[in-house]
């Protein structure tokens, strides 16, 4: 026995539908990148499943109004984004929030191990009857903190903002350099300077994460 019953629910969509029992793992995995939408978990999968022809691994799903508790083959899995709750009763693997998964190439699975460890406020269940009890109280928890979201700080507006500004101003300063060594030492100047507040930054922001929300991790793509 080797699929199950996967159940997909983020604050807007429930989709639900039977996939191989090593995909349920790699979505597991794929929770690392802190997705709050399917899309953006689907996104995530393809570190460790690779795509074929754009095709959806969900493609078959069925979106619904309430999860499918009706077990298929193996088991069955529900990952919660809203919640984030992992939950399963399951023979073929038990989820973990840290752990391994072998890559898959979209033709097979391959002997590439990808590690991966989830933030600390991800609970896992091994009761689909105790998830359903939890589901509401967590969301409420949820949405009574914000999340800090360091997207917004890497890759938003604050960083764009700085890049130009640091242009302008050495563009002003360096306007009466003439000669290709002065223009090759800006362009150094200024590629180092952006370097070196982008990794200011990035340890501050993972500093305020740690703070706040505990041991968790922040999984930041460069």
Known sequence: MSEIKLNLIDTQNILHGTIHGSVADAVVAALS???ETIAELQAALERYIKPIDKA??????HADSRIDERPWDAGIVVVDLAARIVASESTYSQPAPQGQVDYHNGVSATDIPVLYRLRDDWLFLDSIRQYECLREQRCRERAATSPLDVRAVLYGRPLLEFIVRECLALNYRNRERPGQRRREGRDQSLSSRTYRYWHQHRRLVNKQVRTT??????S???
């Open 220 to 222: 930041i793509d460069l």
């Open 33 to 35: 990148a802190e997705p």
């Open 56 to 61: 959806s691994p969900f493609a078959l799903f």
């Open 213 to 218: 929300r505990g041991s968790g991790w922040v």
